[in-house]
């Protein structure tokens, strides 16, 4: 699996959101919406998700091993950082 595109949609309030990601896989897949939050141990991702009918949040696609969980944070937070930067156009 290739990461082949990555679009940061930075939020601009203040909060713990800080970005909106939508990530293309082998330039035939599209995921949107997964979020780069601020946490107490610094930035991470969360995948898309939707409230269940009793109120919990379940995700509605995911990396099913920590390995690509790994992987794909560290690509995403890396263009979150790079979105940063000045002039930067991501």
């Known amino acids: 699996m ?3 595109d990555v ?3 930075r939020i601009a309030k203040d ?3 800080k970005a909106v ?5 082998d330039n035939e897949f599209v995921v949107h919406d997964i979020k780069v ?5 610094g930035l991470f991702i969360a995948m898309p998700s939707k409230k269940s009918a ?5 995700d ?3 990396p099913i091993n920590s390995e690509t969980r790994a992987r794909l944070e560290s690509i995403i937070l890396e263009r979150y950082r790079q979105s940063l ?3 930067a156009t991501v």
């Open 2 to 4: 290739e990461i082949t």
């Open 7 to 9: 679009r940061v949609r």
């Open 15 to 17: 909060g713990k959101m």
């Open 21 to 25: 990601v939508s990530i293309t896989i």
């Open 37 to 41: 939050i601020e946490g107490e141990k």
């Open 54 to 58: 009793n109120g919990e949040f379940r």
């Open 60 to 62: 509605i696609a995911h």
């Open 85 to 87: 930067e000045p002039d």
